[in-house]
């Protein structure tokens, strides 16, 4: 795995900390059809399972540590088996707690973002686990004043931009990477269909969202010259009322392939009424239903196991990790060893799924990064030059906006849309 140390950080932290980043709770999976789904994630160990919260997080009940081994928990947004985000970040655990020896783990699900959830990782560590994952963005500021008062156990953050650089560290992973393949995949369908336009369920109008709206775009155009984005921002990370409404919207302003930034499979699904193709993201069994082209999705357990171990043998500093594609934590569904393609690729353009294996075996190689994505010359829908020939863009580039008071720079900043994309920045 590539760990790079981030010498700059994002200038919209203000309005940044309000939202968390890529994760939040969806509705807990059916059975998947044979022939097009994901294998199903493991069950909770009996031992180790926190009730969902559905009280304030002071009633929340914290789980025991076991004595005589390495003790880790995870604070998570959603359910344990929300089909989604915080069920990925469940099944990392247990494959730290099947593959790294002497380890016990635990979680507390449904835990609110921002001060209440502060209570939580406190109780977590009063009870001593050595090892505290916290996996939403809103979760950042309650870790690090934890952190600080137990000097002697080990905190991560998922998604955030702040460190100590001593028991506090921020983790992070390059899905640009799968989003630009994935954009690949979606404009050969489109272009296929006869039908150049596709959707994007937004989130908040942070950098991260303009980001991997900009790699789908630009892997789009790859493979589908004449395709055209709209999106759709629905400033939540779960919603399922709302996400379901965007997908509709996309689809009959006439979208013919929809991706999304949050947690439902809501685009397949309303793709499956509509006859059209949604891709699903966060959990490698989301994709479903037999109009799901694809889905985006992490697998944490790896870099669960790399950071556990580390700890356990003094050897990992917690500061800024941020994961490529070659660390084995990223996947797009249909491509990655042991998948089959799902329904949606099986007739694409044979020059365009080697194009998506191609550059796929080099991501995994580490000879594409998350960079290469962006290496210029990219414009942006203005047909202004945002990256020039010859230039990359470098980790401050990817995490923010221009600067603002606080003098943060950036200097190809992430404030631009990739061509294709019809919708307008946000404010």
């Not at 006869?194 to 493979?223: D, V």
Request: hydrophobic content about 45%; proline content about 6%.
């Amino acid at each position: 795995m590539k760990t790079h140390l981030l010498k700059s950080f994002t200038a919209l932290a203000a309005i940044s900390m309000l939202v968390s980043a890529c994760g939040a709770a969806t509705t807990a999976p059916t059975a998947a059809p044979a022939a097009t789904a994901a294998p199903a994630a493991t069950a909770a160990p009996a031992a180790t399972a926190v009730p969902a919260a559905t009280a304030a997080p002071s009633a929340l009940q914290i789980p025991d540590v076991e004595k005589g081994k390495f003790n880790i928990a995870a604070v998570l947004l959603g359910p344990h088996d929300d089909g989604g985000w915080s069920q990925a970040h469940f099944d990392g655990l247990q494959y730290v707690e099947k593959n790294v020896p002497n380890t016990h783990v635990a979680y507390i699900e449904n835990v609110p973002e921002g001060a209440d959830s502060e209570q939580v990782i406190r109780g977590l560590a009063r009870k001593g686990f050595d090892l505290i994952l916290t996996t939403s963005f809103g979760y950042m500021d309650p870790t690090a004043a934890v952190a600080e008062e137990f000097p002697n156990q080990t905190f991560i953050h998922v998604s955030g931009f702040k460190t100590n650089g001593k028991n506090f560290g921020n983790l992070f992973g390059a899905m640009e990477d799968m989003k630009y393949l994935a954009g690949m995949v979606a404009g050969s369908r489109a272009k296929l269909d006869k039908n150049p336009k596709l959707g994007y369920i937004a989130t908040f109008p942070i950098p991260e969202e303009l980001r991997l709206g900009n790699a789908f775009a630009l892997g789009m155009r790859k493979t589908c010259a004449d395709c055209t984005m709209d999106v759709r921002w629905i400033n939540t990370w779960h919603d399922p009322v709302q996400e379901k409404s965007a997908a509709e919207s996309l689809f009959d302003a006439g979208a013919q392939v929809v991706f999304t930034g949050a947690d439902t499979p809501a685009p397949a699904d309303v793709a499956q009424a509509k006859g059209k193709w949604g891709l699903t993201y966060d959990w490698v069994g989301s994709c479903k239903v037999e109009r799901c082209l694809t889905t985006i999705y992490w697998d944490w357990g790896k870099i669960y196991a790399k950071i556990a171990k580390g700890v356990m043998d003094k050897t990992y500093k917690p500061g800024f990790d941020y994961f490529d594609a070659d660390s084995g934590a990223l996947g797009l569904y249909g491509f990655m060893e042991g998948q089959q393609p799902t329904k949606g690729m099986a007739d694409l353009p044979a020059a365009d799924m080697t194009m998506v294996k191609d550059t796929l075996a080099q991501m995994l190689s580490g000879k594409f990064t998350r960079f290469d994505v962006f290496a210029g010359e990219v414009k942006d829908n203005t047909g202004k030059v945002v990256v020039p020939a010859g230039q990359k863009m470098v980790q401050a580039d990817l995490d923010q906006f221009p600067p603002g008071a606080d003098g943060l720079a950036c200097k190809y900043c992430m404030k631009w849309w990739a061509p294709g994309i019809v919708a307008e920045l946000p404010k």
